[in-house]
């Protein structure tokens, strides 16, 4: 990874199968890369992609 590239803090709401709305916390360059972190580190999400409905930047 690039030192230049400022990582900024970023959370991932999703819902489970239940309808219930949860959140993991990254530290990424963009929400992208956050969708991508969120994905490798949460098997639910990474089974299910579209259960992501909001990124927000924290900073």
Known sequence: MNKNIMLKPYTVHYRDFQN???ENCFYASDAY???TLA???NKYINEHPN???LIRCEQ
């Open 33 to 35: 890369e956050a969708r």
């Open 39 to 41: 994905m490798e580190f």
């Open 51 to 53: 259960s992501i409905d």
């Open 20 to 22: 219930i709305r949860l």
